[in-house]
Each structure stands twice: as structure tokens, then as C-alpha cells.
């Protein structure tokens, strides 16, 4: 399963060649990537990343607030300000005026032409009544380990999010188990297979907001959250970086970036003159691109299940990367391209003493195993692109896209040692090949109405290939040699679709309310459809302060490779015999409520009203009622999740937010409590123990106790809280001499963070009715930028602690519903990283 770091480097040659590859072709109109989207006026704009002082800001905490300037958009046409764009110019000049725009003048010029862009596409994609914590590439980069953490870790530092293992998804959402979606660039990115890695490279993302609440009708399927993310606008200069990053556990991680800009043809005016506006329309503007390349590896791919500080078996190699090239087709149309790989193998951590199965006697002919000798492993492939047409004409701006997504997911047991000790030895394979379409629009109406509509189609082909080693059961109940394999493999072609309506009523300047209407339907397993209203309303009685309220009908299909049906007839009479009913997992569907408050204060400006103070507080709660609660977990060997439905469930509960910025300082904090409850599995109810009555549950079986009591789901934790804080010397950069180092050191510019998460724990015991111990883990990091002689382009230097005291804690520790395995968090590590613009 170990592979060669020269993989890193193929896949990442083969990602620049693909991105310069479509660079051309969108050159000729044919391909292109779009820009980091920014929310448009009707939408919560992301923290900005630098301050004046030049100290990056932590993740913001706000509420979206409705536009407070329709009126001064009314009947925008993006064409003819893209005329009037200094990259505008005509060719009908002197032979003077034809030469080709340099290509520092190009990136300025195009960077600009985007962001017209990036607000209009804003202006489609609307998040009014909605709570959002949004976070900058530069706070991302000053925080610690920076851009060379996953971005399932970053998330760890919004509100309401909670800390799981890898196998179980890496994180949960106001309690939920998975149910978020990913947006990259306003377009959903579709569901794949489940595994343990990441398939984002940090270090692409210009902006990511978590938005939470009563979601707009354009937001389907996946509700919980939404992951939107904005692709990164400061790499078209033609520029870029590379970095080596290691440290403990055997991390070594090298990364590359570079984008720049190219291929305009038009010719050098002065803005805003008549050649200037003259005939936009008849030069090529140029293709903006860039490409992100990481490759890690490390003896600590999963969590360990052993409080030790080296995991047995547990060597990951991963690599990502990710592309990115837009260009304009006229001054009214941008075209954009965005692709992303990963490929991740990961040995599965061994956990020493593990018994044998007292139903199985000896497999091809050994009788005894040492499970700290088992030989797991599992690899994991994606691939995903979305290509984007959008317009902005007349008051109107759409976005036509096209989206695909590849995974695999290949999980190899140990044949003798899994046989041993669980009674089945499962080779287990997923795979899921995605492709649709989406639209999304637009439309000012007048200066109190803006009209949203779209849609979206997907299929997918999904596929799930299993083949097990078992025996045959005896009179006795025991195995008998030889093993035998049981191939029980599914595929099937489901079907998404989507479309809504809404219109954002801008009532009064103060007072806004946002109605629509969602309708979606799946055909994958189950055939199911629902109509789902939404309504929300924004108050913003004063500059500073804004209350939302909102409701919300969701639908929410399951993963279709989690849930596949299982031939369990197939293993009776077998080591891997079951029991129980086999009914098909159902789309979940809930009624949501939420409300909130943001408040922002302001102190300490100076004369100027400039350089204030400032501190921003937040407070959010919500209610969910939901039939068919969805839920998954580990319930074999294999680390792959399996999906099923409880009748009933409720979510509850509420977040508290701040962040503090004073000159250079900076704090945030955040603070949740929640719990989420279910009873009455009604699907895959083979999954729970329904023969073996529990003392801990008052002789009942624990598939009778969920059948008569409400239980708190496994990855429910009643109290989860994050927080950090930046700090940088002098309260700016180093200046050319301080980074030089010319007049010795200096420590303006040396930038401090600190950054901590605590949970209450989640569940454990038979049927959840226990809990984990709680935890709490801080890391710190400190950086630096240097000038090397004679080179303009700077080096920076940092050095992180992760787990600053060692706490030696688990995530899960081997019990509850769904957890196979305990896992612990990681143990302290020490990381050294470098980086060199280029």
C-alpha cells in the first residue's frame, strides 16, 4: 500500500499540464475558471483578510443583512461598466496604442473586471436570514499550522461544530452526522463516498463561511450546513509559493502554488478615455489561472486506538490538488473551470489484545491471532471539475454550470486475522461517478424586489462491491474450515433533481423578508418528492444591529452508496449471519426553526472616526423536528459507514459567538449547547442488536430499547466550544530593513496565535446512554517573514505546537451505536514549516 513520494510529483505535474492545458482553451472561449466569488449586497460579505494595520482578522461571526442600497442598483448593466473598464480599449488606435498590455498591467486590470463579476454572481447566490462565520486565506494562513491543516480541522473553529473521528466523518454540524454541503464558487459540489481524507487543499480557499439557520429555497438536500467557499483572487500576478512542512509523527508535507495572468490581446490605453471604451468587446482579455499542488505523509493517517503516543500500523500518504482558469467571452460573460484530485491510502491502526471470535474455531488452519500483527488497509480516489457560464446583463445575473465527481473508495481486510477475531473477513469497494447540471438567476425587479430562481439535475451511478471470507456454522454455532468467499455486490443509477422559486422583499430599509419555494425529487433506492417552503425575516433597526427569524421545510435524500442494500439471506448459517429486517433507507424530512441576534460595538476611534476598536457578539438557537432522522455508523470490520433511519427525531439547541479586535490584537470565541434525540430505527434494523438482552438496558435487547425510548445519537455533545486569537508585533509587516535583518532582529512583523477546542464528549455505552470523557486541546504557532539577500521575494518561517500539554484524550472509546474502535485524539507535535514566494 506505501507508494512512492514520487507519485506527489507525477500528480502534480499532470495538474499543472491540465491547467495550462485548459488555460488555452479558455483563451479561445472554449474553457475557464471563475474568481473567488464575493457575496453580493443582498449577502453576508466574508471577514476581510487584512486590516489597515495589516494584521489578518479572525473569522467574523454575522448575520447576513439584507441589501441597504437596492435602490442605487436598480437596472445595473454589467456591460457597459465592463466598457468603461480600464481593461477596456479598442483597436481602431495608432500603431502607439496596439502593443500588448504588460502582464503586471493585465492581472491589475483583469482582477478588477473579475470582481464586478465576483458581486454580481454574489447577487444569485443569497444567504439573507441565515447566521454565517466566515474566514479570510489570511487569517487561515495565521492561525496555527496555517494553510497545512485539512479543512475539516479549520471547521473546528466555527460555532457549533464538533470534533468526530476519521471514520466517523471528522466533524458534525449543530449535532447532525454529516448533512452539510460544499459549494465551491456558488455551485454544489455532489455527494461522493465517505472515507478518511480530505479532498481540499487548504490553500486554494480565498474565503469560507459556514452558514447556518433557515436556509433560502436555493440551498436543497444537504441543510445542516453550508460550507461555501470562494476561491482564492491573489495569485494572478504571476507568482506564487512553495513550502515544506514537517515535524512529529513522521509528517513531511511539501506544496506548490502559482497562478498568473495571459493572452491579452488588448492594447495599452488610459482608463476611462474614449479609446479606453471604444470597442471592448473586440480585444481578448486575457485568461486568469492557478494551480495548487500538496503531498503529506505521515505515521498517523487515522486517530491511534491506543492512548500511546505511536499508532501500530497507521502510514498515510496523501495528495491533493487543484486548478483554476477563467476568461471573459465578451465584457458581459465569464466562462471558468475549476478541477480538484486526491488520492489517499492510509494503513487501518491496530489496537493489541484483541480476542478471538468465539464463533470461529481456526481459518486456514491457524487458530490463534495477534490482532497488533493485522494488516488493514484502505485507499480512497477523487476526482471533481464544475464549468461555469455566467452573465450579468440588463439587471439580470445567471450562472449555467456543469459538475462531475469520481470516487473510489477501496477497503482490504487482513483474510486470517479478520477472520479470527470478527467472524468475516469483507474486501470492500465503493465507487460513485457523478455528473449534472445546475442554473441559477437573478433579477432586480425594483428597488424593493429581487427575484431568484434555478435548478439543478444529477445522476448518479453508484456502485458497491462486496466479497467476504466466512465459514460454515456447525450444529454448535461454530466455524468450519475451509473459508469461503460470498460475493453481494449493488449498483444502481439514482437520479437528483431540484428547482425553487423565491423573492427577496425588501419591506422597508430596516425590514426584509425572503419567501420562497423548493421542490426536489430522488429516484434512487426509494422514489420520494417534496415541496419545501421557506420564509425568513431581517430586522436591522439600527446600523449595528440585526435580528433574523426564519423557517425552513427540508428533504434530505441519504448518500446513495451508504445506502445500499445488504443481501443479508446471502451470509445465514455462515460466521457472518445477521439478523433482523432489511427495510431500504428513507429521505429524511424536518421542519426547522431559527432566530438570532448580531451586535456589533465600536469604541476607542480616533479623531478621524478610523483605527476603532471593535466587538462583535452573536447569539443563535434553533429547533428541529424531523421524521426519518438520518443516521450512520461503523458496524463491521470495514471502516465504512452504513446509513439507516429513525422514526422521530428533534434537535435542539444554542451558540454563542464574539470577536474582539483591538490594533493588532485580535480574539473569537465560540460556545454551543446543544443535544439531538432519536428513537425507532425503520430501516436497516439488521444493524442493532436484537437477539442478546442487556443488563444496562433492564434486560431489553438494544434494538428494543430504541423501539420504546428516545436516545441521545452517538455523535450527539452537549457542549462544544472553540476559540483563538492573533497577535503581531509593532501591529504591522516587517518592513525591507526589519525582514532583512540589516540592523539585526526585529520583532515587528512575528506574528503570535493561538487557537483551542473543548468538548463536553460524545456518547458511549450500550444504546448511547453514556458519555466520554471531556477534553480540551490548545495549539499555538509563531511566524515570520525574512528577505534573503538580493531577493525581493520573501521567506517565511513558522513553528507550530499541536496538543500544547499532551492531553491525552478520546474522540470515541469503542462503545456506543455504530463505533466499532476507540480513537484517541493526537498526541503534542512539533512542526516546522517553510515557504518561499517565487
Not at 97 to 120: E, H, I, M, R, Y
Not at 278 to 288: E, H, L, M, T, W
Not at 730 to 748: I, L, Q
Request: net charge negative.
Amino acid at each position: 500500500m506505501k507508494r512512492s513520494s514520487k507519485a506527489a510529483a507525477l500528480s502534480g505535474s499532470a495538474l499543472l499540464l491540465f491547467a495550462l492545458d485548459a488555460a488555452t482553451l479558455a483563451q479561445t472561449g472554449n474553457a475557464g475558471t471563475n474568481n473567488a466569488a464575493t457575496n453580493g449586497a443582498e449577502t453576508s460579505k466574508p471577514a476581510t483578510d487584512t486590516a489597515g494595520n495589516g494584521v489578518a482578522t479572525l473569522p467574523s461571526i454575522e448575520v447576513t443583512a439584507p441589501n441597504q442600497t437596492a435602490a442605487a442598483r436598480k437596472k445595473q448593466k454589467p456591460r457597459a461598466v465592463a466598457a468603461r473598464h480600464p481593461l477596456s480599449s479598442t483597436t481602431a488606435q495608432s500603431t502607439s496604442d496596439s502593443s500588448a498590455t504588460p502582464p503586471a498591467a493585465q492581472a491589475t486590470q483583469l482582477a478588477v473586471k473579475n470582481g464586478v463579476f465576483d458581486q454580481a454572481r454574489g447577487n444569485i447566490f443569497a444567504t439573507t436570514g441565515t447566521t454565517s462565520d466566515t474566514i479570510g486565506h489570511d487569517t487561515i494562513q495565521n492561525l496555527p499550522q496555517g494553510a497545512n491543516q485539512p479543512v475539516e480541522q479549520l471547521l473546528l473553529q466555527a460555532p457549533g461544530v464538533s470534533q468526530d473521528s476519521a471514520a466517523s466523518g471528522l466533524f458534525h454540524v449543530r449535532n447532525d452526522h454529516a448533512n452539510v454541503q460544499f459549494r465551491i464558487n456558488g455551485v454544489l459540489l455532489p455527494d461522493g463516498v465517505t472515507g478518511f481524507g480530505s479532498i481540499f487543499d487548504t490553500s486554494f480557499i480565498g474565503s469560507m463561511s459556514l452558514v447556518t439557520g433557515a436556509l433560502p429555497a436555493e440551498y436543497g438536500l444537504r441543510t445542516t450546513g453550508l460550507i461555501d467557499i470562494t476561491t482564492r483572487s491573489d495569485l494572478f500576478n504571476n507568482s506564487g509559493s512553495v513550502g515544506m512542512y514537517a515535524g512529529s509523527h513522521g509528517t513531511i508535507q511539501p506544496s506548490i502554488e502559482y497562478g498568473g495572468t495571459f493572452g491579452s490581446t488588448c492594447p495599452t490605453t488610459t482608463p476611462g478615455t474614449h479609446k479606453a471604451a471604444a470597442s471592448s468587446a473586440n480585444c481578448f482579455a486575457g485568461v486568469q489561472y492557478y494551480f495548487t499542488g500538496r503531498y503529506l505523509q505521515n505515521t498517523l493517517g487515522i486517530e491511534n486506538p491506543t492512548p500511546a503516543y505511536n499508532a501500530i500500523h497507521d502510514f498515510s500518504q496523501q495528495d491533493r490538488g487543484f486548478a483554476y482558469v477563467s476568461a471573459f467571452v465578451d465584457p458581459s460573460t465569464r466562462v471558468s473551470l475549476i478541477a480538484g484530485t486526491a488520492y489517499n491510502s492510509f494503513e487501518i491502526p491496530n489496537n493489541p489484545g484483541q480476542p478471538t471470535s468465539p464463533a470461529i474455531a481456526s481459518a486456514f488452519g491457524v487458530s490463534n491471532f495477534n490482532s497488533a500483527a493485522l494488516n488493514e488497509n484502505q485507499v480512497e480516489k477523487t476526482q471533481f471539475s464544475v464549468l461555469s457560464l455566467q452573465k450579468s446583463v440588463d439587471g439580470f445575473d445567471g450562472q449555467l454550470s456543469y459538475f462531475t465527481r469520481y470516487n473510489e473508495l477501496r477497503f482490504t481486510p487482513d483474510p486470517i486475522g479478520d477472520l479470527l477475531i470478527n467472524g468475516i473477513a469483507s474486501d470492500i469497494g465503493r465507487i460513485s461517478y457523478t455528473n449534472g447540471i445546475a442554473g441559477d438567476g437573478s433579477y432586480k425587479l425594483n428597488s424593493s424586489h429581487m427575484l431568484r430562481a434555478g435548478f439543478s439535475v444529477s445522476a448518479e451511478q453508484a456502485a458497491v462491491e462486496n466479497t467476504s471470507l466466512v465459514e460454515n456454522l456447525n450444529g454448535s454455532g461454530v466455524g468450519v474450515e475451509p473459508p469461503f468467499g460470498i460475493t453481494n455486490n449493488v449498483s444502481r443509477l439514482g437520479w437528483l433533481a431540484g428547482v425553487y422559486v423565491q423573492d427577496e422583499w425588501k419591506v422597508t430599509d430596516q425590514f426584509t423578508i425572503n419567501g420562497g419555494l423548493r421542490f426536489d425529487q430522488m429516484d434512487q433506492f426509494v422514489s420520494a418528492n417534496q415541496f419545501s417552503p421557506r420564509l425568513s425575516f431581517t430586522y436591522k433597526p439600527f446600523d449595528n444591529t440585526t435580528f433574523h427569524a426564519g423557517y425552513a421545510r427540508y428533504f434530505t435524500p441519504p448518500v446513495l452508496v451508504e445506502a445500499a442494500p445488504n443481501n443479508i439471506a446471502l451470509f445465514n448459517n455462515t460466521t457472518g449471519a445477521v439478523s433482523g429486517q432489511n427495510d431500504p433507507v428513507l429521505p429524511e424530512r424536518s421542519h426547522y426553526f431559527d432566530a438570532g441576534v448580531d451586535q456589533k460595538f465600536k469604541f476607542g476611534c480616533g479623531s478621524d472616526g478610523k483605527n476603532c476598536s471593535s466587538l462583535d457578539l452573536g447569539v443563535d438557537a434553533y429547533y428541529k423536528i424531523t421524521q426519518d432522522l438520518i443516521d450512520n455508523g461503523l458496524f463491521g470490520q470495514a471502516l465504512v459507514l452504513d446509513a439507516f433511519n429513525y422514526a422521530r427525531g428533534y434537535n435542539e439547541g444554542i451558540e454563542f459567538k464574539a470577536r474582539f479586535t483591538s490594533g493588532n490584537f485580535q480574539l473569537y470565541g465560540n460556545l454551543s449547547v446543544a443535544q439531538q434525540r432519536a428513537n425507532d430505527p425503520v430501516s436497516n434494523r439488521y444493524l442493532f442488536n436484537n437477539t442478546t438482552p442487556l443488563a444496562d438496558l433492564g434486560g431489553m435487547t438494544e434494538l428494543q430499547y430504541l423501539q420504546t425510548h428516545f436516545i441521545y445519537t452517538d455523535h450527539n455533545q452537549f457542549v462544544t466550544a472553540s476559540a483563538g486569537g492573533l497577535y503581531q508585533f509593532c501591529g504591522r509587516p516587517a518592513t525591507t530593513a526589519e525582514a532583512s535583518g540589516d540592523n539585526g532582529f526585529s520583532w515587528c512583523g512575528v506574528k503570535l496565535s493561538a487557537d483551542m477546542i473543548y468538548g463536553s464528549g460524545l456518547r458511549d455505552g450500550d444504546a448511547n446512554i453514556a458519555t466520554v470523557s471531556p477534553y480540551t486541546q490548545v495549539n499555538i504557532g509563531i511566524q515570520r517573514e525574512f528577505l534573503l539577500p538580493n531577493d525581493p521575494k520573501p521567506m517565511t518561517i513558522r513553528f507550530d505546537v499541536v496538543n500544547l500539554f499532551d492531553n491525552i484524550y478520546e474522540i470515541r472509546d469503542g462503545t456506543g451505536i455504530g463505533v466499532f474502535a476507540p480513537q484517541f485524539g493526537a498526541r503534542r507535535g512539533f512542526f516546522l514549516g517553510i515557504s518561499k514566494k517565487i
